[in-house]
């Protein structure tokens, strides 16, 4: 039976077909040229000040970032470090940077878009590190930038959750800055892929189990993803002195039981993340952004971005 219809699935997502995504150069370069090319095409919706930045990874690798700046915004405003997803080796799609804007617009402060080394040719912990590097730079250079550097989050999703998460969890052990929040939305968590959904949905439209452990086995080529290196899969880290957290779920997506037991994991160390379990939904469901779902979606996560901003 084919999985749209072995599962409950919600009819905005039904039709949605299930692959089984191979991590090989030419795949990820051909997937990635679309990306580009869609992203050419698209225009933004809002109106911001989109700005370029090249900063220095801790490797001395350059990265590239984008600040979107909502106009009219005060100085000493909030901000949102952001990591797309992508199973670690895709670039930043359309979606993301229209999602980005709806952040910086609706939440009322800066984003901090992080074009991150892409794990193809660049396994962790480099795309990790570029992470790390940003919020650093962010630290750094607040006051230039316009943000209140004792009001910043991270967030990410997918890939880009993992990201956020592992930045979130070095940023508290480093001490870095006292960040506000963590936006983490469907986000991978857990490189063993033992849980029930890590198992169960091979054959779930979008995204499934099958595609989860290639991931792994190429972010982590380097080492043994039954005992990753520290922040590599922060669902196995340290739960404990967090920021305030939320995590989105998708009811039919193999990350569903890591997320949740991330959740419970924050909640047995004091923290009471806001929890937004979607039901009838696949891994990146929000891409059907006329969803009424989605929009549901959308309208908590900026929720939350206001009240850590607060």
């Known amino acids: 039976m084919a999985g749209s219809n072995k599962y409950a ?3 905005d997502f039904a039709k949605i077909p299930s692959v089984n995504l191979r991590f090989s150069p ?3 370069a051909i997937l990635n040229a679309i990306s580009r090319l869609v992203r050419f095409f698209q ?22 970032v984008k600040v979107l ?11 949102l470090v952001y990591y797309h997803g992508g199973g670690f080796a895709l670039t930043y799609a359309a979606v993301h940077l229209k999602s980005a804007e709806r952040y910086a617009n609706e939440a009322g402060c800066i984003v901090v878009f992080v074009c991150y080394r ?15 590097a940003a919020l650093q730079w962010v630290a750094d250079n607040a006051a230039e930038l316009g943000i209140d550097r004792e009001r910043v989050a991270v967030g990410g999703d997918s890939a880009g959750g993992a990201l956020a998460a592992g930045v979130a969890q070095k940023c508290r052990d480093e001490s870095l800055l006292p960040l506000r929040g963590q936006l983490l939305i469907y986000p991978v968590l857990d490189s063993r892929c033992v849980t029930p959904s890590a198992q169960e949905f091979t054959d779930v439209p979008l995204w499934n189990a099958v595609s989860n452990r290639r991931m792994w086995d190429m972010y982590l080529r380097s080492v043994d993803r039954q005992s990753p290196p520290a922040y ?17 779920t998708a009811e039919f997506d193999p990350l569903r ?21 979607t039901l009838g939904t696949i891994h990146g469901y929000d891409g059907v952004g006329d969803s009424e779902i989605a929009k549901a979606s959308m309208t908590q996560r900026i929720a939350f971005l206001r009240s850590v901003f607060a």
């Open 232 to 248: 590599a899969a922060p669902g196995l880290g340290d739960a404990t002195g967090l920021p305030a957290t939320y995590i989105e």
């Open 9 to 11: 699935i919600h009819s």
């Open 26 to 28: 030419l795949i990820v």
């Open 69 to 79: 700046t909502p106009h009219n915004i005060k100085p000493n405003a909030p901000a």
């Open 43 to 64: 225009k933004r919706r809002f109106d911001l000040t989109v700005t370029p930045h090249v900063i220095e990874s801790g490797t001395g690798q350059a990265v590239d």
């Open 257 to 277: 039981d890591e997320a949740l037991n991330y959740g419970k994991a924050l909640r047995d160390s004091g923290n009471d993340p806001v929890m937004n379990e």
């Open 118 to 132: 892409l794990a193809m040719k660049h396994p962790f912990p480099a795309g990790f590190d570029d992470c790390y």
